[in-house]
């Protein structure tokens, strides 16, 4: 989808300063010169034609006190399989087809322990008949910011972009029943008052306890999450690094700090040797010649030993809300 200068104007603003405030709608549209409802018109074009996700929060998956990996499998046939296996799965929220040299299908998913996620992982490889697999389990995140610059055509973070807590506290059940709800927010003037009817609460409820999981960090980046493929943005790449001559957390904190990079986070393999690579970095961009340069850019400052940049081919589980 083509976006005008108002559509970009508005979702650059809901992408990198989002108010919390309990009309950011209106706030938006006070400081962009509109009106509230014509803000909220176009928010509801683009949500239905897919390129706006969601408008909310992320959803600290730690504070469900679960575990995540990244799982890797070598797929010689049976794609269709490992497809509706993905699909099927609502822990399951990334899964691409890309042009490592050894693994070509990589997926995110979430478990209550490592052991599930190890057994998904050979689950998995035994759909696509293969013993090659491999399970990168999270050892710090250092960067979560998905955000895009629509102008330039490259993925930027936001400047004063949060890390999620690696041990938020436990939510409570009615936490979660109000953070799930914030993960979405409803495109009216007073989201935080249509989540509080929904939920038989007050507005001021909804609204502090929004606050509250924030400074918790069980919630985080905040604003308008955007699908980067219905936009332009065809070209992403996982760079996989090994340090130079500090070690992996140097690595990873100079990843971080690239504007460009929309995850960055440092991995331990299972099985041992299965993956010789530990700090990894998420690129996107509108075109190669862009991803080239910001890659280049970013292999000159932090100057691994080894990297390998492994394209995505192809969204196995497009759309989902993350």
């Known amino acids: 989808m083509e976006l005008d200068s108002i559509d970009m104007r508005i979702l650059g603003e809901l992408q990198y300063h989002f108010p919390l405030t309990k009309t950011p709608y209106k706030d938006t549209a006070e400081k962009l010169g509109v009106h509230t409802d014509f803000l909220l018109e176009r928010l509801r074009n683009l949500a239905s034609a897919g390129v706006v996700k969601r408008v909310g929060f992320y959803l600290n998956y730690k504070a469900k006190k679960l575990k995540a990996a990244l799982i890797a499998v070598r797929v010689n046939g049976g794609i269709n399989r490992i497809i509706e296996a993905v699909r099927s799965d609502n822990y399951t929220t990334h899964a691409y087809l890309r042009d490592h040299p050894v693994y070509n299908v990589w997926i995110v998913s979430k478990r209550k ?3 599930e996620l190890i057994e998904l992982a050979g689950r998995l490889a035994g759909e696509a ?9 999270g050892v710090k995140t250092w960067k979560l910011s998905v955000k895009y610059d629509l102008e330039r055509g490259i ?33 009216e003037e007073r989201p935080y008052r249509t989540i509080g009817s929904e939920l038989s609460v007050d507005e001021d409820y909804v609204y502090n306890t929004m606050i509250s999981l924030l400074e918790k960090g069980a919630l985080g980046d905040p604003g308008a999450a955007l699908d980067g493929g219905k936009i332009g943005f065809k070209e ?8 130079g001559r500090g070690g992996y957390e140097d690595l990873c904190r100079c990843l971080a700090r690239a504007e460009y990079t929309t995850h960055v986070v440092q991995r ?15 690129v996107h961009a509108v075109d190669k010649q862009r991803l080239e340069t910001v890659i280049g850019e970013i292999v000159d400052r932090c100057r691994p030993s080894s990297w390998l940049r492994v394209k995505s081919i192809r969204d196995l589980k497009p759309g989902v809300v993350r």
């Not at 972009?161 to 953070?179: F, G, K, Q």
């Open 113 to 115: 322990t490592r052991e």
């Open 129 to 137: 008949g293969t013993d090659k697999w491999t399970v990168l389990f």
């Open 155 to 187: 993925s930027k973070s936001a400047w004063n972009h949060v890390v999620p807590p690696e041990n938020p506290p436990a939510l409570s059940d009615e936490e979660y029943r109000i953070a799930s709800k914030l993960r979405r927010l409803p495109l």
């Open 236 to 243: 992403n790449v996982m760079l996989m690094a090994q340090p």
């Open 268 to 282: 331990e393999e299972y099985p041992l040797g299965s993956c010789r690579y530990k700090c990894y970095a998420m």
